[in-house]
C-alpha cells in the first residue's frame, strides 16, 4: 500500500476562517511533507517533520501551522489566509534516508 | 546548489508518436532522480526512479536511465497514448526534492 490520503479534496474559506488539512499514511513512513503548488508550476516545500519533529520550515508565514500528532497523521492548521494562499497543497511521506517520496491527491484551497 | 531542468512544454503529440522529455540536472554529490507525472486535477505520482549512475527506472512503457556523464535523466516512451497526457515532473533528491518546471504533454487521437 503506497496509498497518502487527504482531506477536504475542496476548501474554500474566508479570510477570517480557521480551518484544518489533514493527511494520513499508513505505509510505517517516519517522514511527512506539507507543499504548496501553485497552478502550472512544481510543488514548493514548505514544512517536513521527521520522526514527528519539525525539521524543515521553509520560511513559511505564521499563518500556516503544521501539526504532527503522530506517525501517520500530518495537519495543516490555517487563520487568517490571504487570496494568494489559493493553491493545491499536497502531502508527501517518505522513510526517512529513502528518498522516494509518495504524494497525496492534494486539497484544492481558495481563499475568498 | 541542487537544481534540475527539464524541457520546456507544452508538448503536443500524436497517438503512437514517440516521447522524449529531457530533463539535466546539477548537484554536488549523487542524487536520486525521479519522474513524477501529474493528471489533471491530481496530486503527485511517482512514475519512475534511479538511485544511481547507469540505471534505468520504467514504469507503463516509460523509461529514464540515469547518464551521470551526461548529468541526465531523460524520459522516454515508445508509443504514448491519450491517456498520457498530463504533466510530468523531474526531480532529484540528495538533501530535499529539488522539481524541474514541469513539461505539459497533451496526446490527441
Known amino acids: 500500500d503506497t496509498e497518502v490520503t487527504q482531506t477536504p479534496k475542496h476548501l474554500v474559506m474566508g479570510m477570517t476562517n480557521k480551518k484544518s488539512l489533514k493527511c494520513e499514511q499508513h505505509m510505517g513512513h517516519r517522514a511527512m511533507y506539507w507543499y504548496k503548488q501553485k497552478a502550472k508550476k512544481p510543488p514548493e516545500l514548505m514544512f517536513v517533520?521527521?520522526?514527528?519533529?519539525?525539521?524543515i520550515n521553509e520560511s513559511v508565514p505564521s499563518r500556516f501551522s503544521p501539526e504532527c500528532p503522530n506517525s501517520s497523521l500530518l495537519n495543516l492548521h490555517l487563520h487568517a489566509l490571504q487570496p494568494e494562499d489559493s493553491a493545491l497543497y499536497l502531502c508527501a511521506s517518505s522513510q526517512p534516508g529513502t528518498h522516494t517520496q509518495y504524494f497525496g491527491p492534494g486539497t484544492r484551497l481558495t481563499v475568498l | 546548489g541542487d537544481s534540475v531542468t527539464q524541457m520546456e512544454g507544452p508538448v503536443t503529440l500524436s497517438e503512437e508518436a514517440c516521447l522524449t522529455i529531457?530533463?539535466?540536472?546539477?548537484?554536488?554529490?549523487?542524487?536520486?532522480l525521479f519522474w513524477y507525472v501529474q493528471y489533471p486535477g491530481e496530486g503527485l505520482q511517482l512514475l519512475l526512479k534511479?538511485?544511481?549512475?547507469?540505471d534505468k527506472g520504467s514504469n507503463k512503457g516509460f523509461e529514464a536511465t540515469y547518464r551521470k556523464e551526461t548529468t541526465s535523466f531523460h524520459l522516454e516512451k515508445g508509443s504514448v497514448q491519450v491517456s498520457d497526457s498530463a504533466v510530468y515532473f523531474c526531480a532529484l533528491d540528495q538533501n530535499d526534492m529539488r522539481f524541474g518546471a514541469g513539461t505539459r504533454l497533451t496526446v490527441k487521437p
Open positions: 529531457n530533463c539535466t540536472y546539477t548537484a554536488t554529490g549523487y542524487p536520486s
Open positions: 517533520y521527521s520522526y514527528e519533529k519539525l525539521s
Open positions: 534511479a538511485t544511481k549512475a547507469d
